[in-house]
């Protein structure tokens, strides 16, 4: 397993956003009369798009109501809310060096493209990746279709791509395509449901990634 593209998730693997999208979902609620969920039901739904999540958090409500919630999580996350959003430790660090090394760097996330340029506006990162996927393009986790859609653009076999994530949802794409997987354990799911998917390691920062990928260079 010589991997040539590395496929990042965003919230919860680069950025740590679980604070922001939880306040925003919360807000939406809110705005609609809804009881809101508490931050533990929230924080489970980080990694699906939005329609995704919202079927999970309104299981029994409407299509309309729902697509109403995603109107008013949309503006508080895109415009109001404030929360601050930052990369994790040894993130740009880390994504330097793996340019350096000459690994191609993407992201598949179940944010929108506006959600996830907004990101890469504010962390500077733009020009970083080869290609990005979001969850209004396309299918969203943990369905194959954003590896699989990646992995064609850039030239990339399923044997010479790594999914890095934290989420089941995020690993369970990557078993789905075919696709060899990193979990970090620092972000929304534990460590047992993201073992129970079988990555190649269970990791605790974005600096133990890059010594994981330089450990397999080594050998």
Not at 2 to 23: C, K, Q
Not at 87 to 107: C, H, I, K, N, S
Request: glycine fraction near 8%.
């Amino acid at each position: 397993m010589n991997f040539e593209l590395i496929v990042f998730d965003w919230d919860g693997t680069l950025m740590d956003s679980e604070a922001r999208i939880v306040t925003c979902i919360q807000a939406a609620f809110r705005d609609l009369g809804l009881p809101e969920p508490v931050p533990e039901v929230a924080r489970d739904v980080i990694g699906l798009g939005l329609d995704e999540a919202m079927e999970r958090l309104l299981p029994t409500g409407e299509e309309e109501l729902r697509a109403k919630v995603v109107v008013q999580y949309r503006r508080h996350f895109l415009g109001g809310d404030q929360s601050p959003s930052e990369l994790f430790p040894g993130a740009r660090e880390t994504l330097d060096w793996m340019t350096e090394q000459g690994y191609r760097l993407a992201v598949a996330t179940g944010k929108s493209r506006a959600g996830l340029n907004k990101a890469l506006d504010e962390t500077g990162l733009h020009g970083v990746f080869h290609a990005t996927r979001t969850a209004d393009e396309t299918f969203s986790k943990p369905h194959p279709q954003m590896l699989l859609e990646l992995m064609d653009e850039l030239g990339a076999r399923a044997g010479e791509t790594l999914m890095i994530g934290d989420t089941e949802y995020d690993l369970q794409m990557a078993n789905n395509a075919g696709v060899r997987s990193l979990a970090v354990c620092y972000g929304v799911h534990e460590p047992g449901r993201l073992l129970a998917c079988e990555p190649l390691a269970c990791l605790d920062s974005l600096w133990a990634i890059r010594d994981w990928l330089s450990a397999r260079q080594a050998n």
